[in-house]
């Protein structure tokens, strides 16, 4: 029997489910944490923040058949991980103790060291995107004294910042369109947390994706995916004259996908990838140990 006040410790496994949220696979061993995973562009690999062990700081693994391998060496937190278009390297956010996050940028295979996206004082910088040539990345800002977060983007080339949607409320988890004409992100503005599309490099219009609450924007091709609470939601769409979303189709719910009953998908930190033709997801499962 449980002693009074224990309980059993949930451990993570990255899971490969089809558009049913049945399980076709896993990938990487299972680990005391798994959170952001960005799927490489040839599908073989997934970076993700994870911990092996309780108490230990979140860094950047990259997952391939039963393994896992820690490319980094940084002692502060390491999170929100996503692939460049071609591969080559991968953008992360790393947290010193006591110090705001900040954007770095390295090779994928572990080789070279970090290099600054954008570095400052004061503001954290979450969540980077990739444009589909990797000249931009679009990222969120974080205000640690209000919690305001706004929606900026970095010249790879320049370094120069500039603001993107800095609308009343919150606007983050921004996702950059495959094709670069959009962004995808989530908002409060208007009470409650929804999913909005905006024009890429100049945000002159917005269209209200969901209407029930949404979080954790993805692109595929030719869908916009997000979470309603417990259930995965795609939306078809179209790019003339705009962005128009089309027909809304319900995919699976977590507890289907084994990401939990009670998992409403609220944190900062989304817990599922697409692939580019939309047919695949990694999920984050709990499991029991």
Do not use: C
């Not at 798994?34 to 073989?44: T, Y």
């Not at 995107?129 to 000249?135: E, I, L, N, R, Y």
């Not at 004259?241 to 009670?262: E, I, V």
């Amino acid at each position: 029997a449980r002693g009074r006040g224990s309980q059993m410790p949930t451990i993570r496994q990255l899971t490969w489910v089809d558009r049913s949220g049945d399980v076709s696979g896993t990938i990487g061993p299972q680990m005391n944490s798994i959170l952001d995973p960005s799927i490489s562009p040839d599908g073989n690999k997934v970076a993700v923040r994870g911990r092996q062990n309780p108490g230990d700081t979140d860094h950047l693994w990259i997952l391939e058949g039963m393994t896992a391998n820690r490319i980094t060496s940084n002692e502060g937190a390491e999170r929100h991980m996503i692939w460049t278009p071609d591969g080559s390297r991968i953008a992360y956010s790393i947290q010193n103790q006591g110090g705001v996050s900040n954007l770095y940028v390295r090779a994928s295979d572990g080789s070279g060291s970090d290099q600054p996206i954008i570095e400052s004082e004061g503001m954290h910088k979450w969540y980077p995107s990739w444009s589909p040539d990797a000249s931009t990345v679009v990222f969120h800002t974080n205000n640690p004294n209000t919690q305001a977060r706004d929606l900026w983007y970095v010249n790879m080339a320049t370094k120069e910042a500039s603001v993107l949607v800095d609308d009343e409320g919150i606007q983050a988890l921004a996702r950059m369109s495959r094709d670069g004409r959009f962004v995808a992100y989530q908002s409060d503005q208007d009470g409650q947390m929804d999913i909005y599309v905006t024009t890429f490099p100049e945000s002159d219009e917005r269209w209200k994706v969901s209407m029930n609450g949404g979080t954790w924007p993805k692109w595929s091709n030719n869908e916009l995916f997000y979470w309603e609470g417990n259930s995965l939601i795609g939306v078809e769409f179209s790019t003339e004259g705009g962005f128009n979303p089309g027909r809304t189709q319900k995919l699976f719910t977590g507890a289907h996908a084994g990401m939990g009953a009670d998992n409403m998908m609220t944190s900062y930190n989304p817990e599922y990838d697409v692939t580019p033709d939309g047919t695949h997801f990694v999920v984050v499962r709990r499991l029991e140990r």
